[in-house]
């Protein structure tokens, strides 16, 4: 499976709304809103163009992750939300190329760390440990086994600590 991994061009809008929409329409722990999400994020201050990617699959886009800036105490981190891959195409490694690569780009951008809340048994599989282990909290009641952090260059998260301040678009509806 040949997938490419680029960057999301403005032509792009809408295909990823699509996939974004399509990957969540049937997720358990969802809101049913990531594809509004990322379109509020996108007209953020929070917003980092290099950290939008998708993932495309014979010229189509099937897959897309966000990275927008959040603050903990006095640093600038990132926060991965959210990672989208078209249904019929998810468990086929897409979702982790995507934050691999992602976590690539954000560390040559100069970003120490990326906060998630997500997946307890997925997440792990890229580093990330719980948040509360580091000192980060989140600003709501969240399991303590969803909010995870990692480092993406080596002592990243050694400074950090305090409670995540996340672009108030995540809040919005």
Excluded: W
Excluded at 45 to 69: C, D, M, Q, R
């Amino acid at each position: 499976m040949n997938i490419i991994i680029r960057q999301e061009q403005i032509e792009d809008v809408n295909e990823v709304c699509h996939v974004v929409h399509r990957a969540f329409e049937s997720a358990d722990y969802s809101d049913h809103d990531e594809h509004n999400l990322v379109n509020r994020l996108r007209n953020s201050t929070n917003y980092i163009p290099e950290l939008s990617l998708v993932a495309e699959y014979e010229g189509k886009i099937v897959g897309h992750i966000l990275f927008t800036e959040i603050k903990v105490g006095n640093q600038v981190l990132i926060t991965l939300a959210p990672v989208a891959v078209l249904p019929e195409l998810q468990s086929k490694g897409i979702g982790k190329k995507l934050i691999m690569e992602g976590h690539r780009i954000a560390a040559q951008l100069g970003y120490k760390a990326c906060v998630v809340l997500g997946h307890d048994k997925y997440y792990p599989k890229f580093g990330y440990k719980k948040a509360s282990q580091y000192g980060i909290e989140a600003p709501f009641e969240v399991s303590d086994d969803s909010f995870m952090a990692v480092e993406l260059i080596e002592g990243g998260l050694a400074d950090v600590h305090g409670v995540v301040e996340y672009a108030k678009q995540f809040f919005e509806k």
